[in-house]
């Protein structure tokens, strides 16, 4: 803004960044011509300055009368932000839209203009991101649509945009790519790659909304669901292992090396421990207590690619190096959160079935 008001000086958009050589304050030539359009404002010809009139109308549709061009250029600018976080569907700018709205409310003929009016974000940061938004969501609608569960290395190389490591110490980027990113594990990758891969997709939605305090070694989350139980013993592999113990009328096994080679147990279980207490029934049935312990860490599945012999492209694409560089960005974003689990399983009256 105020290399904008010297002369001389190279003047910059506020919104795109590029540079312009003409008489406004604000706005390159195109993209004051999109605001016209982004904002539904009418445009005559006859308007003879239309940065002025584009800043006249903002001010009538607020109720705001006689605002000095500081007040009036501030408006604009909170007014514009404000524009493009309404047009994204992220709850994570919801704080972000009240300190705007908060803004556009003081600013008045009475109050006199200083600069915490201005929208805390330059504009251009608000632009970028809702560019960013919307290549995105087009990225996601496209494939969501054609109904596609295998995202190649070309369509996951798209979704770059949003795993941005440069951006974590910028708030508003962080945000709103915190978001975005969120959005993508869930539905490219739980909804989509590890569709049939039911543990897997159990333990990634855990990444996901744990608070991170089973990150520490010690600090072990325990899960108990029977939809896991259900998950696991409908799993050829998992049963015949379990079963493959029950030798003797009463078992107690502590810290068993688990390995898989089941492409969703391989991934989501891949150094996994095992302590089994068994004891036969009356009824030859089993009263079963089973514990897997593990830590789960999606940068980590990267080096199981040497236990499989899959050519599954699903399977390819989990190992490809683009899906983990983002695992790895969404980890040092805290979206992802690796953690220590305990899956505890007892079963009172558990019968082998061959
Ligand atoms: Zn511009």
């Known amino acids: 803004m105020e290399k904008n008001k010297q002369n001389n000086k190279e003047k910059r958009c506020i919104i795109c960044n590029k540079p312009y050589n003409y008489q406004y304050d604000l706005f390159g030539r195109n993209c004051l011509m999109k605001l016209y359009t982004q904002l539904d404002i009418p445009n005559f010809r006859l308007i003879s300055n239309k940065e002025k009139h584009l800043c006249n109308v903002i001010a009538h549709r607020n109720f705001k009368f006689f605002l000095s061009k500081d007040k009036k250029y501030a408006l604009t600018k909170n007014y514009i932000a404000l524009d493009y976080l309404k047009r994204m569907d992220l709850k994570s700018v919801d704080d972000i839209k009240l300190k705007l709205t908060e803004n556009i409310k003081n600013i008045s003929v009475f109050k006199r203009y200083t600069k915490s009016m201005l929208p805390i974000y330059p504009l251009n940061d608000f632009y970028k991101i809702y560019n960013d938004y919307i290549d995105f969501k087009n990225l996601l609608n496209e494939n969501i649509k054609s109904n ?85 013993f409908e799993n ?16 107690n096994i502590e810290n068993k090396l688990m390995r898989f080679s089941e492409k969703d147990l391989l991934l989501s279980l891949h150094d996994a421990t095992l302590n089994l207490r068994a004891n036969k029934k009356e009824n030859d049935n089993w009263h079963i207590d089973i514990e897997i312990l593990d830590k789960y ?44 689990f305990v899956i505890k399983i007892t079963n009172d009256d558990y019968k082998i079935e061959n």
Not at 213 to 220: F, R
Not at 236 to 251: H, P
Not at 311 to 327: P, Q
């Open 148 to 232: 596609n569960k295998d995202f190649d290395e070309t369509i996951l190389k798209g979704f770059s945009i949003i795993f941005d490591a440069n951006k974590i110490s910028m708030p508003l980027y962080y945000t709103t790519f915190y978001e975005m990113q969120y959005m993508f594990w869930e539905i490219v990758v739980i909804g989509g790659l590890l569709a049939n891969m039911k543990l897997s997709a159990y333990l990634m939605q855990i990444s996901l909304t744990n608070s991170g305090e089973y990150e520490k070694e010690g600090n072990v989350l325990t899960i108990e669901d029977e939809k896991i139980t259900k998950i696991l």
């Open 236 to 251: 050829d592999e998992f049963k015949e292992k379990i079963n493959s113990l029950l030798t003797d009328t009463d078992i």
């Open 297 to 340: 860490d999606f940068t980590d599945i990267k080096n199981l690619k040497d236990y499989v012999t899959s050519t599954d492209s699903i399977i390819m694409s989990l190992f490809s190096s683009t899906l983990n560089n983002f695992a790895a960005i969404s980890s040092s974003y805290n979206v992802i959160k690796p953690f220590n």
